[in-house]
């Protein structure tokens, strides 16, 4: 299996654990050298947290392990396209590249709407492959608001 | 005392704390309606944690204390104008408005280096305030990079 196709599929089973708890189901993986450094799926509702977005809690494990809040060299993979924030955290955390799913036409902050991870001036920037196994994180999203949606959490 | 500089007192407290444990002395406070619902400082270096900023530390605690991610109506105050990481952060938590002190013209995202603050297409819009301060900011970070800058750990 391709690389990249591999790692998103970790990334979509972080992103159903998610679903299966209730939040938006979005999944991220951090790696470097071949391992898995760093897990996460959204858990804003569960943990009050507007910062518990999958790449956050994946940068944070990933530092953890690494003891350090550089990853430099590292990649994430994302099954949705990142929002403002996620891109701002990917610069802060200097990781190499991010390789996401689905593109995000309202937040999207690779290039869907503003491309924040190479807006020039910033001492870092972040290389962007999107698309991989975008239809698999497309499905999850739309069959989890075709049922949540009326509860009206999400807006 | 004017409200925000009393509140931006509370926040340079904050950055104090950061300073006298070797972190670059940024801070921040959340207020809701004449309360401090969250306090943070940078913890970057001590918590391997690229995302633990003053206003993501100061953003967390804030949703824990009102049990929900939605600060509706919060202001934050920091000592420093917001990275893109604190800027989005700031649109997930939909606070109404950061009052921050210096201008940062590296990495600043409410207006310095980029507005992600009121970028057009977001679901939401921060209002912004800056310079309250300033000086007291810019000292701060002056003295810790004279002492702190040859062991190039913040790079």
Redesign the interface.
């Known amino acids: 299996m391709d690389r990249h196709e591999y790692y998103m599929r970790e990334a979509l089973k972080e992103a159903k654990l998610a679903g299966e708890k209730g939040e938006v189901p979005v999944g991220a993986v951090v790696v470097l050298q071949d391992e898995i450094i760093g897990r996460g799926h959204n858990q804003?509702?569960i943990?009050?947290?507007?910062?518990?977005?999958a790449e956050?809690v994946a940068?944070?494990e990933a530092?953890?392990k690494?003891?350090?809040?550089?990853?430099t060299g590292a990649v994430l993979y994302v099954t949705l396209e990142p929002?403002?924030?996620?891109?701002?955290?990917m610069?802060?955390?200097?990781v190499e590249r991010v390789v996401y799913g689905l593109d995000d036409p309202?937040?999207g902050?690779a290039g869907s709407?503003?491309n924040?991870l190479q807006?020039p001036?910033?001492?870092h920037s972040v290389k962007i492959i999107g698309g991989i196994l975008a239809e698999e994180s497309q499905k999850l999203l739309k069959d989890f608001f075709k049922i949540n949606v009326r509860k009206n959490k999400f807006?």
Do not use: V, Y
Request: net charge positive; with cysteine; charged share 20%.
């Open positions: 804003r509702e943990g009050d947290d507007p910062t518990a977005h956050i940068i944070r530092g953890k690494l003891q350090s809040w550089r990853l929002c403002p924030m996620c891109a701002g955290a610069l802060q955390s200097r309202k937040a902050s709407l503003i924040i807006f001036g910033f001492n807006i």
